[in-house]
């Protein structure tokens, strides 16, 4: 007897297991209070949607490896606003699953028993190396119960099923859409351009009056440089930057790294050529770029698959939130 259209897609789901991953049980001897990040309040409503409640419990289930990460990095007022930002995430997506759920049941699908089963199944085989009473005693460690977990599993099995069902994006990306994508963003396909610089800085000494004969000493060295006088050596002699004692050498250095009006001279200059006298600030520059790399942008050939691929990603995203747009839409939700 042939599978029903939507027991095709929940097959496809289970084995594109990208669409619906697991977030399996932490290690036996692990507390809630500890998968949570802390001391938590044992229950209280998250949302209801449409009736049906979402616990605090199962926030903290889904935000608990992301909160211990969190309490690592952050401390105070910014660990505060970060729990709080994931969190409301974890949140807007248990209200999305509940949505899709009870969008499932309105439209009289069902389910079989057996696709859970191999999935938890699956999570035992590949996280607990097969022991199901391990598993069994991680779950009762956190607090979850074996049912509340197959219910969970359940769930979102049959959130891959109806994405598969509703959210049904192009294969293949239109060539003029490719070519567009590619001119608006030509920079994420340019390797990092870097110049490696050297460079002479004389000040003015406006305050003390010598400006004139700074200048002409700047004149003077870039004179000496273009009959070919060591660049390295005159740094070493006459600049009074922190490079000096390098011979001027500022090593690899990327756009935005000296001032705008430095780095136009600096980045438009060929290789083991000098600039003019540059006037900025009150002193006086002279830079020489001694090797340059990056800076190349590889063709739409080159990355025409990178950016379909990209470009159909965009395209299932924006079906699926305008999907679950619709039944937010539809839907009564309170958020506590």
Known sequence: MRLPFLLLFIVFALAASGLSQSRAPGRPGQSSEEAAGGPQVVDGIAAVVNGEVITLSQVRMVVGPRERLLRQQFTGAELEQQLKTVRAAALKDLVDRQLIVQDFKKEGLSLPDYFVEQRINEIIRENFGGDRNTFVKTLQAQNYSLGQFRKDEFDKIIVSA???????????????????????????????????????????????????????????????????????????????????????????????????????????????????????????????????????????????????????????????????????????????
Request: charged share 30%.
């Open 162 to 336: 109806m994405r598969g069902k509703n959210v049904k994006p192009s294969t293949i990306a239109s060539p003029i859409k490719i070519g567009e994508y590619y001119r608006k963003h030509r920079e994420e396909f340019t390797s990092k351009e870097q110049i490696k610089l050297r460079m002479i800085m004389i000040p003015s000494r406006a305050a003390e009056g010598n400006t004139a004969s700074q200048k002409a000493m700047a004149e003077e060295i870039l004179g000496k440089l273009a009959n070919g006088a060591d660049f390295e050596r005159m740094a070493q002699m006459y600049s009074e930057d922190s490079t000096r004692d390098l011979g001027g050498d500022w090593g690899w250095i990327e756009r935005k790294t000296l001032a705008p009006e430095l780095e136009r001279v600096a980045f438009s200059l060929p290789v083991k050529k000098m600039s003019r006298i540059v006037e900025l600030g009150g002193n006086y520059y002279i830079l020489r770029i001694d090797e340059r790399k990056g800076g190349v942008t590889k063709s739409l050939a080159q990355v025409r698959t990178e950016v379909e691929k990209k470009l159909l990603q965009e395209e299932a995203q924006r079906l699926q939130e305008n999907w679950l747009a619709g039944l937010r839409q539809k839907a009564t939700i309170r958020t506590f």
